[in-house]
């Protein structure tokens, strides 16, 4: 089955710096990838997807970028505000709809 | 906006319990995916059902089955409980099977 792995765990960065999530995947079946945001205690919300027959997908600040010779798709976060410390989750899915996610970055947004 | 309901919210059962967890999917959404959630880790897919039938299935044990209902709304139901099923139980819904999944808040299950 698909390994989604998920680098780096934590992650703290100065109000206004960028912040880069970076994410694996095993099945090169994998045709969707979507970021998702989890603050404490809610609900996992998409904030940003892209699939594999684009390169690159930006809103706003937030951008995912997808390399699928080398099986790694990554976020970015520019001029990051404390409302972006949460819990992201990066996930890969084929045509079989079932996501798997990696374990997740704490983002700490420092004022 | 009738997002996705989960039923309840939170809940405490006792080892070798039986529980089951109610999600409506969103207003328009006929499949419905159930994961699991561990503290600190990434949700981890149980089983989709889609025209009341499961369709896909992840790697967890008999004792997680479910049911799909004529109006979509699901159930997990959990046999045996074991102290590690204590986790967060996320329903996710979407259209036709495809992946523009809206999560619910999900069911906080502990078991003591």
């Known amino acids: 089955g698909e390994n989604v792995e998920q680098h780096p765990s934590t992650l703290s960065v100065q109000e206004g710096d960028s912040a880069v999530i970076k994410c694996t995947y095993s099945?090169?079946?994998?045709?969707?990838f979507p970021w998702y945001k989890q603050e404490l205690g809610k609900r996992p919300q998409l904030i940003i997807d892209?699939?594999?027959?684009?390169g690159e997908k930006k809103d706003q600040r937030i951008a995912v970028t997808l390399n699928k010779t080398a099986k790694h798709f990554s976020l970015h976060i520019t001029e990051t505000q404390p409302e972006d410390s949460a819990v992201y989750f990066c996930?890969?899915?084929?045509?079989?709809?079932?996501?798997?996610f990696g374990a997740g970055t704490t983002v700490t947004v420092r004022a | 906006d009738a997002g996705v309901t989960q039923s309840p919210t939170h809940l405490i059962k006792t080892r070798g319990q039986q529980v089951t967890l109610r999600c409506s999917p969103k207003?328009?959404?006929?499949?419905v995916s159930w994961y699991q959630q561990a503290l600190g880790q990434g949700p981890q897919f149980i089983f989709q059902?889609?025209?009341?039938?499961?369709?896909q299935r992840g790697n967890f044990p008999d004792r997680f089955s479910g049911h799909q209902f004529p109006n979509y709304s699901s159930e997990l139901n959990v046999n045996a409980l074991l102290l590690g099923d204590s986790a967060l139980y996320l329903c996710?819904?979407?259209?036709?099977?495809?992946?523009?999944?809206?999560f619910g808040s999900g069911t906080r299950l502990t078991v003591v």
């Open positions: 207003s328009g959404h006929d499949t």
């Open positions: 099945d090169s079946a994998s045709n969707y």
């Open positions: 996710a819904s979407s259209l036709a099977r495809t992946d523009g999944y809206t």
């Open positions: 996930a890969a899915s084929s045509n079989d709809y079932k996501l798997s």
């Open positions: 059902y889609y025209e009341e039938e499961e369709r």
């Open positions: 892209i699939r594999s027959n684009v």
